[in-house]
């Protein structure tokens, strides 16, 4: 015989995962999560499997992923299927934007390097100019 857990109050359900109740309605508002109904006093009820939901939500967004990226892998999910060949491929493009970034930055850091390291006097006519040293290109 299969014990059938009991639906779980929006309150228990933020107290048990550390998410507000505020972000539980959007997530349920943006389709990340479904809820089973509401009680006589309106309050939502969900799943016991919501809390699983939550902690794949909350650690998604910790690697970088957007809610509609971590929508789209639990609507894989909810079709029958596991995402992670999907999750790998949108993870793989996050290391190469990674990458591209530090690439930029490294280029950045060397101009602002050579800036402050050929750092001038003031100029004796400072009316006409802001920074002489960041204006010349």
Same mark, same amino acid.
């Given at each position: 015989?299969l014990?059938?857990?009991?639906?779980?109050?929006?309150?228990?359900?933020?107290?048990?995962? +550390?998410?507000p !109740?505020?972000?539980?309605?959007?997530?349920?508002?943006?389709?990340?999560? /479904? &809820?089973?109904?509401?009680?006589? +006093? +309106?309050?939502?009820?969900?799943? &016991?499997?919501?809390?699983?939901?939550? @902690?794949?939500? /909350?650690?998604?967004?910790?690697? +970088?992923?957007?809610? &509609?990226? !971590?929508?789209?892998?639990?609507?894989?999910?909810?079709?029958?299927?596991?995402?992670? %060949?999907?999750?790998?491929?949108?993870?793989?493009?996050?290391?190469?934007? !990674?990458?591209?970034?530090?690439?930029?930055?490294?280029?950045?850091?060397?101009?602002? &390097?050579?800036?402050?390291?050929?750092?001038?006097?003031i100029?004796? @006519?400072?009316?006409?100019?802001?920074?002489? %040293?960041?204006?010349?290109?």
């Amino acid at each position: 015989m299969l014990v059938q857990e009991q639906p779980k109050l929006i309150g228990h359900v933020a107290k048990s995962s +550390g998410v507000p !109740i505020k972000t539980i309605r959007y997530y349920e508002e943006l389709g990340l999560l /479904k &809820s089973l109904g509401r009680t006589e +006093g +309106g309050f939502r009820l969900f799943n &016991s499997d919501v809390l699983a939901r939550l @902690n794949f939500i /909350k650690r998604a967004q910790s690697l +970088g992923l957007t809610l &509609s990226e !971590i929508k789209n892998f639990l609507d894989v999910h909810d079709g029958g299927e596991l995402p992670c %060949i999907h999750i790998k491929a949108k993870l793989q493009d996050k290391i190469a934007a !990674i990458d591209e970034q530090i690439q930029q930055l490294l280029i950045l850091r060397q101009e602002l &390097s050579g800036l402050v390291s050929g750092w001038e006097t003031i100029p004796e @006519n400072p009316e006409q100019t802001i920074c002489p %040293i960041i204006e010349r290109n």
